[in-house]
């Protein structure tokens, strides 16, 4: 459990964003991320290894038939990654797993577009009370206010399902089936802009109580993470995901494909076919959902369903948000928390933010070079 003080810091920092993509399709001409398509995709790690995701460099997975895919820790640079092989482009994720116990250690599953938008759960191993959000928009970390906490029932031991819903007019974070965090799309610039670009889904641990790691990320580890006691084993047993963008009608997409450097979702394009390097002339995403809502189409294969309602149940805490929330007073910390912690607003402000999964806790700033070693898997994905 993270002191109190620290608690109610984090409360308004949380995850700075995952600043390193290969292409910035928002920067210059990029290769169209494949759609994951119409087609839902299920996952089940108990049967062993699935083709829909890669491993970072330096991951190796073990396969239990009751646990799922094991992410194992044994020493600091260990940090095991996967990523999808296919983008969604709104959608859901639902994502059944078991964080990794251990002070020092994370657990975090995440979507992240090749534009730098963002959409993250995490979870401290030493925290079995709850749960890290956050979201971030083309890797603005100019503030840090739009990270909140959920209450969920000891997610070091037990198996639970964490769903990402995303739409284009809001976005749910969903515990067992119940919404605990709503953020809408308001239309607002800058960091408080909305995700809302084709994003990849990422799964991994890695180690934040790092003896190297800067001060204010082991405060937010909750301490040096202790290889006395290793493995420290995070579990994800099973995945569904669907892309709400798959198809438009009777048309599959294959890819999808910016048309300008705006990075907005009515921008971009659809593609159909064989010829991924043209956008489909009969499939836009500038279609309002709350317009041409139909009870009789699939959710999963147009996005005239995709509107959600988010009625707020009870499980864990609650909250809805606009884009950009304010979880605290920002005047408590200056220093995005998930991967670096916080620090007081006197204090310098010299120490890197992290990006969701941590990855930007070992790519910024004063981090030693054996820190961003241990971090080459996520470069890669």
Not at 123 to 131: E, N, P
Not at 138 to 155: A, I, L, W
Not at 258 to 267: E, F
Request: charged content about 20%.
């Amino acid at each position: 459990m993270l002191p109190k003080f620290l608690t109610v810091a984090l409360a308004a920092t949380l995850a700075s964003a995952q600043t390193f993509t290969d292409c910035d399709p928002t920067k210059k001409e990029c290769p169209n991320p494949k759609a994951v398509g119409s087609k839902p995709v299920e996952v089940d790690f108990r049967k062993g290894a699935s083709s829909f995701f890669r491993l970072a460099d330096g991951t190796k997975l073990k396969y239990d038939d009751n646990l799922g895919a094991v992410f194992s820790i044994n020493k600091e640079t260990d940090a095991p990654t996967i990523s999808s092989s296919k983008y969604i482009f709104f959608g859901q994720v639902d994502v059944t797993v078991r964080a990794a116990r251990g002070v020092g250690i994370v657990t975090s599953f995440v979507l992240q577009s090749d534009d730098l938008d963002e959409i993250d759960w995490e979870w401290l191993g030493g925290d079995a009370t709850q749960v890290q959000t956050n979201f971030f928009s083309k890797g603005c970390t100019d503030t840090y206010d739009r990270g909140g906490f959920s209450g969920v029932g000891d997610p070091i031991n037990n198996f639970h399902t964490y769903t990402i819903k995303w739409t284009p007019e809001q976005l749910d974070w969903i515990i067992d089936g119940a919404v605990v965090r709503t953020v809408k799309n308001t239309g607002a610039g800058g960091c408080s802009g909305y995700p809302q670009s084709p994003m990849q889904i990422k799964l991994g641990t890695w180690v934040a109580g790092r003896k190297d790691a800067p001060k204010g990320t082991i405060e937010w580890a909750g301490g040096i993470a202790d290889f006395s006691d290793i493995p420290f084993d995070g579990y994800y047993q099973s995945l569904r995901i669907q892309d709400y963008m798959g198809a438009q009608g009777a048309t599959e997409a294959t890819a999808y494909h910016y048309t300008d450097r705006s990075g907005t979702w009515q921008s971009i394009k659809v593609v159909n076919g064989d010829d991924e390097s043209k956008p489909s002339s009969t499939s836009s995403a500038a279609k309002s959902t709350s317009t041409k809502a139909s009870s009789k189409t699939s959710a999963t294969t147009t996005l005239a369903t995709v509107s959600s309602s988010a009625t707020v149940t009870s499980a864990g805490s609650s909250s809805t948000d606009e884009a950009g929330p304010t979880h605290a007073d920002n005047s408590t910390a200056t220093t995005g928390a998930t991967g670096s912690g916080t620090q007081s607003s006197s204090a310098p402000t010299s120490e890197p933010s992290t990006g969701a999964a941590g990855k930007l806790a070992l790519t910024m700033g004063n981090l030693a070079a054996a820190g961003v070693a241990a971090m080459l898997g996520y470069f890669a994905l």
